[in-house]
């Protein structure tokens, strides 16, 4: 019997990874539960919604590629939508992936910081949120001024 605790971080909000054995990955954000996103993939490929999902897209496109829906890797607990979409945007940057879009627009600035990230974080030695945090002290405060540029 598994500890009831082990499953508490798939119901939490925030950025995950799905693995294929082909070496790619997709990396997704949600601000529901990370179970529940999951789930709905695995329910676009077996109904064959292509349309709706880059990974039913990459399964269907990939016959014979192995989709790890038993092993999602959470790689940030985040309720905040800003923050979430940037630490999403981060992680698509980081990790070769099959995504259709590439998350919040980042700024090809943050290219040498994550390159020299990648050690890091493959080392697991950064926490959970360090990525964001440890480059934008105030997330909402730089997503709100880079929204004023726009206008």
């Known amino acids: 019997m598994r500890p009831i605790k082990s499953n508490i971080p798939l119901q939490q ?18 601000k529901r539960s990370i179970g529940t996103r999951v789930k709905e ?14 990974v039913c897209e990459h399964a269907l496109d990939k016959p014979g590629h192995y989709i790890r829906f038993d092993k999602p890797q959470i790689l ?18 980081k990790h070769p992936n099959f995504n ?33 945090s440890a480059f934008c002290r105030h997330p909402e405060r730089y997503a709100r001024q880079l929204r004023n540029r726009w206008r």
Do not use: F
């Open 100 to 132: 259709r879009e590439d998350g919040w627009n980042l700024s090809n600035t943050w290219d040498p910081l994550l390159k020299n990230m990648k050690s890091h974080v493959r080392d697991h030695t950064a926490g959970p949120q360090d990525t964001v």
């Open 13 to 30: 909000a925030g950025v995950y990874k799905l693995d294929c054995d082909c070496g790619l990955s997709y990396i997704g954000q949600t």
């Open 41 to 54: 993939h695995v329910s676009d490929v077996r109904n064959r919604r292509a349309s709706k999902s880059a």
């Open 76 to 93: 940030a607990r985040e309720d905040r939508y800003i923050p979430r979409l940037i630490r999403e945007a981060i992680e698509i940057k």
